[in-house]
């Protein structure tokens, strides 16, 4: 075990596995390993029950083999590997629902910035150059279908969240992106919010020092009444997140002055 990575306060980056040895990751609730031999790359996923563990744990290189029915297992052949190991971290693949642990109004003309924390995907990527081998969740939210009805809408994943309105009384964990995000209600009635979407296709991903990671602010400016929002993304983390470097863009560029279903819930005059 390479002591130096071990106490690494991230596990994302480049890594370099020897042949006929692996690496093991524990990335909050998902353990993580990938064995390198001549001609192929195997990797195999396991996630316990437990969205909010917090363990980090990086141990590369590992002296380990992994066999064929180990859980998740996946092969990638090749003519020959190389030992260049790049892990990833990206946001969901699909918009998360934000159901607070506690729904907020908002008054007309008022604004606010909650924090909140959502679960990544890890890309893992080997060779030189380097080849995309497959893309795992930390941890699989459920599926939720947000929208008016069942034909209008889209399927989306669900996140709870406590919406916290002051950073420091976030946790930390290594699975998870926080984000800020601005509510304004410039329409004439109250904002009900229940639940909250976040587009994470269209959101990029940063790295602040110490290794915790962020999405860049999210504005949704509610301006008539329902639940349609302007979606504005900033270019960067909120300001007091020092020298944010890029991680991961968008899987989907954003159109300029995108329109979206933000809001669910009880929306309307209280």
């Not at 009900?192 to 990029?204: A, T």
Request: hydrophobic share 35%; with cysteine.
């Amino acid at each position: 075990m390479d002591e130096s990575k071990a106490e690494k306060p991230f596990w994302w980056g480049k890594y370099t596995i020897p042949e006929d040895e692996a690496g093991h990751w524990r990335i909050g609730p998902l353990d993580l390993w990938v064995y390198r031999s001549r001609h192929e790359w195997r990797i195999a996923s396991e996630n316990s029950d437990d969205p909010l563990d917090g363990g980090l744990l990086v141990q590369v290189p590992l002296a380990k083999d992994l066999s064929e029915d180990q859980p998740n297992a996946h092969r990638f052949g090749f003519r020959k590997t190389k030992g260049t190991l790049l892990l990833v971290p990206t946001l969901a693949d699909r918009s998360i629902v934000i159901n607070p642990a506690t729904p907020f109004s908002l008054l007309p003309d008022e604004e606010l910035t909650i924090y909140v924390s959502t679960a990544l995907w890890v890309k893992i990527r080997a060779g030189e150059p380097p080849h995309d081998l497959l893309e795992i969740p930390t941890y699989r939210p459920s599926d939720t279908w947000f929208g008016p009805s069942t034909r209008e809408g889209e399927l989306c994943y669900a996140g709870k969240t406590g919406a916290r309105q002051q950073l420091e009384n976030l946790p930390i964990r290594p699975h998870r992106a926080l984000s800020a995000v601005r509510v304004r209600n410039l329409a004439n009635s109250n904002l009900s919010v229940e639940r909250l979407k976040l587009p994470m296709p269209h959101m990029s991903l940063f790295a602040a020092g110490g290794g915790q990671l962020w999405t860049e602010t999210v504005t949704l400016q509610r301006e008539q009444d329902g639940e349609l929002a302007a979606l504005q993304l900033g270019k960067k983390p909120p300001s007091m997140i020092t020298k944010p470097s890029l991680i991961s863009g968008p899987r989907e560029q954003p159109t300029k002055g995108l329109l979206i279903r933000a809001f669910g819930g009880l929306i309307g005059r209280e």
